[in-house]
């Protein structure tokens, strides 16, 4: 089986975008680490990034053809987009929300996610590597 990998707007900077926030890896090392941690599992990973919410949204509505859950990091859309709930809503595939830094200790606006009610689980500010975790759990829910 295969899950799709969502990282939504400025995240193709990670590495050398704030990294006091986010860190040194780049997207390249995120996409690598849940490819890792995915075939521990037999899954592959389709790796997408875009700063586009539309393009976002299609790739989540393509996924419901052939991939079974998807792990997503919607940068600042999670704070924003109805648009992106309803697509991850409307593929009824289990979905989990990372986030690297913790948004809870940060300004009040990155507190409410529109994504969080329509993910079957979040991981937040545990840094890159919540990604691995995020893996691992929709790996746990696509097996049952
Ligand atoms: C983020 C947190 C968001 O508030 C922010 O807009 C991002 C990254 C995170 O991974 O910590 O772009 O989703």
Redesign the pocket.
Known sequence: ARILLVN????NLLGTREPEI?GSETLADVEALAERTAAGFGLEVRAVQSNHEGALIDAIQAAREDCAGIVI????F??TSIALRDAIAGVELPTVE????N?HAREEF?HRSFISGVAAGVIVGCGVQGYEFAVRRLAALIAG
């Open positions: 939504g707007p400025n995240l986010y990091n919607p940068g600042a999670t704070h990372v986030h690297i830094s948004v990155r």
